[in-house]
Structures are given as structure tokens and as C-alpha cells.
DNA sequence: AATAGGAACTGATAAATGTCATGTTTTTTC
DNA sequence: GAAAAAACATGACATTTATCAGTTCCTATT
């Protein structure tokens, strides 16, 4: 059988762990959990959703899709976050599609679980809603770096973020590994221009590479770059 | 003396719709009704929030300084919105600053009544929790805006949004007239740049200006150029 | 180990956008 | 209502970024 949710690490990371011990239990019984294969969709953008995705292995893209053919990552959710929410709150299809970056394992919990525990539970609305705030708030630091910052700049500063976020491995390179195509969706850029300044980023040693891997050399200089220097 | 909340139309279009008759009188007695001069902020970027501001009338934009000295909007604020609950709810400074467009008139509500209310009134939390998931819908779109399409169409659609938001005046222009420079901070590009796209859509007679104000001749080919014909 | 197919990369060029400089209207203020 | 100050407008040019057209390099099969 299954783990069951009150022993699962994972929900000390997110809204989860201001359920009571009843409601956890009813989570712990309605919930599924699903192997999501590297590349495969958790959902696409305009599904309804009928619950939501709490993540327990893996990191997946949360991306829309434009008429020209590109997409724009807006998000990048990994262990503990939890995926759909937003579309389950608003009562509408989602805006995004989840597509796993690598292997997930997921627990999917069923819209009414959740939606039945944000009426009846103020602690666990309040701590979604601090989520949610915060998601806004990166939000909009996201509209305001892609308008004001070139792509060289969001760039780097997108390297930073992956090793903050994500680490290294042992051998120095970021431990979330992008292709080129995915680094240019989460700046919005052309993947040739994304290419283009890698290749210039490791002519200056600011980071190096093997393969797809990407390796932070400089972060002071890339730090500062992001600034505009 | 003041109106009371419970008589105030205005909170119709808003999260405080779900306060209960107590809840509302408390809000009342602790609120103060400001006027704010058009230019005047309400607060800056970086300020602590004691509390939040329902908008009676006149309209704020919310916009982030970037080093490069400019400016980037992120949402403009009319009457019925909530301004600062996202700092209030996430107990941060806020990220942003708020300016009165033009003239305006605001009721401050502290921070202690909206986080009582928060805590003990489910329902008003979920509506406060509905509203943000929407924000945060619309603040992934403009990602997603401002990285795919071109500034000619994110120009188009800004004048469609302020059409179907604000409305046109008995002149047929556009009820709230922002200036040059406002417009290329909601687009996210150099007022230079916006400014010749307004003149080229006039010579398409796509609109017409007198002054500063924008009227829309052609709604039907603006929308057709945002999405790209 | 050979090979097929997808990524990654590079160059040449075009298109979009930003910057600076300067002149012209509006709007505001006294 | 004149003077001063903003805001608007336009030209010339620089810079950034996208696009197209190839080539080379991985990597996952068989």
C-alpha cells in the first residue's frame, strides 16, 4: 500500500501541515499517487483540473503556451510544492500546462478534499493564501526582470536562481539540468540567443560546461552582471 | 462623520463582502477615509504596511522601480479593489509602490482587523484566497505578454484593456487617460518606442488622440493585432 | 560499434527596440 | 494670459534580439 500522508516529509514544506490530524486522514484516503515520466504532462493548459498535485520527487515546468509556438515557463515546482491550486481555488481551467522535467512521483488529492478542508478550516486557508501571496510576489519580480533586464542579465540570473533552488551536484554543476530550449522559455528569449550567451558565459570563465551540464565558476561576477555591471 | 462600511457600494466588488455585520462594524469604527492628490503615493516600494486600502474612487498603479531608473506597472487599482493585502497577508514589506493616478479616495483599514477577520472567518479568508488566485492568473499572463509579443501588440492590447476596464467618456475617449509615459511602463518598454507606435496606429486610424486622451476607432483591428495579423 | 535523431552550436542577416538629441505642443503656475 | 515646465513627438543612429540556414556534437537505441 500506499505511505500515508501523516508520516509524508514532504507536506512540512507546504500549506498540508495546517490540516488536523482528521483532515489529513481523509487526504491520506482519497489521495493517489502516480509516476510521471521526464517530458510527460501532469495536465495541460485549459484542462480542468479535479484536484491538485503535491510533489514528492522530481521538479516540473509550469509553462503557457503562445500563438507564435513558444512557450513561457513561468514556474518552476519541485519536492514539497504543490501544483494546480490556483485553478481549484478560482473554479476555472488552468491557465498552465505541468510538464515533468525529469521523473516525479506525485500525490494527486482530489478537488474536493481540499476545497471541502478550505471551508471548514481557517488555519489552512490562511497558510494557502500566504503561499499564494508569495507566488504574487514572484510574480511580479518575474514581469518586472523580464522588462527591464536584458537577456544577458536574466540569464545569469537565472543560473543563480537554479543553484539556490536546486543546488549542485558533486561535481560542481547545478543539480537541475535544462536544455538549452527550456533555459530560453524560463527567460523568454530565442534558444539560439540563449545559446549564444552561454557560449559567451563560458568564454569569459564565468561558468563551464560538459554536455547539457551547466557549472557556476564566477557567482560573484554573475551576481553582479543581474545588477548591471 | 464618515459613511459606515455596511452602507458602502463599493465593498460589493470586494473581498469584505464576506465579513460578517460585527466584522463590518469593527472594520468601520477602525477605518480612516483618505484623500490622495493625483501624483501622491499612497506608499513605496520597500514601506511597512499597517493595513490596506479600499479604493472609494480614482485610480493607483502598482509599479516596481527597477536600477535603471525605471519604471514597470503591474496593476492598476480602481474603485471596489484592495491595494497591500498581499504585504499585510505574507507580513513583508511590500514589493511595490502605489501611486494615484489621478485623484482619489481611499479607506485605510489597519492590519489588526484585517488579520482578525483573516483568522476567524473562513469564508472571508477563501474570498480574500479567490481574488489573489485571480491576480496571480492576470500576473502570469503579462509574463507571458511581455515576453512573446511584441510591444506594437502588447501596445494594442494595453488600449483594449483600458476600453474594457475603465470605459470611454461621453467623447468616445478612454475614461482613464494615462499618460505616454505610464502607457510604456504598463508595457514594459521606452516611452520613445511607445509614443511613435501611438502615432503610427493614428495614422492607421486605428485611434485618434486629442491631447494626451486615446480613443478607439478600430476595436476589431487592435484585436486582430494582438493576436498577430 | 554503427547509426539515427535530436540537441547544441555558429554565422550571416534582418527586424525590433532603445538611446540621444532636439524641436514642438500641452499643461501648469504665477 | 504669459512664462515656465512638463509632456509629447520625431529623426538619426546604436544596440539588442530574432530568424534562417546550416554544421557538429551527444546520446540513446539496435
Do not use: W
Request: positive net charge; aromatic residues 4%; hydrophobic residues 35%.
Amino acid at each position: 500500500m500506499e505511505s500515508r500522508c501523516e508520516n509524508c516529509i514532504i507536506r512540512q514544506f507546504n500549506s498540508l501541515r495546517a490540516m488536523s490530524k482528521e483532515e489529513l486522514n481523509k487526504v491520506s484516503d482519497t489521495k493517489t499517487t502516480k509516476k510521471i515520466k521526464k517530458g510527460q504532462p501532469l495536465f495541460q493548459e485549459g484542462d480542468k483540473l479535479n484536484g491538485v498535485y503535491c510533489v514528492r520527487n522530481g521538479v516540473s515546468k509550469l509553462s503557457k503556451l503562445s500563438s507564435n509556438g513558444k512557450d513561457q515557463i513561468v514556474k518552476l515546482a519541485t519536492k514539497g510544492e504543490v501544483i494546480g491550486q490556483r485553478s481549484v481555488i478560482a473554479e476555472e481551467s488552468t491557465n498552465l500546462s505541468a510538464i515533468a522535467i525529469n521523473d516525479m512521483e506525485v500525490c494527486f488529492i482530489p478537488k474536493e478534499t481540499i476545497v471541502h478542508t478550505l471551508q471548514k478550516n481557517p488555519n489552512f486557508t490562511l497558510e494557502v493564501l500566504r503561499h499564494m501571496a508569495h507566488d504574487l510576489k514572484e510574480a511580479d519580480d518575474v514581469i518586472v526582470n523580464i522588462s527591464q533586464k536584458t537577456v544577458k542579465q536574466r540569464i545569469a540570473e537565472a543560473f543563480l536562481y537554479l543553484k539556490n533552488n536546486f543546488g549542485e551536484d558533486e561535481e560542481g554543476f547545478l543539480a537541475l539540468t535544462l536544455s538549452r530550449e527550456d533555459i530560453s522559455n524560463v527567460v523568454g528569449t530565442a534558444t539560439e540567443s540563449a545559446i549564444r550567451i552561454i557560449s559567451d558565459f563560458k568564454k569569459k570563465g564565468l561558468i563551464h560546461t560538459s554536455g547539457k551540464r551547466i557549472g557556476i565558476k564566477e557567482e560573484r561576477k554573475l551576481a553582479e552582471l543581474v545588477e548591471g555591471f
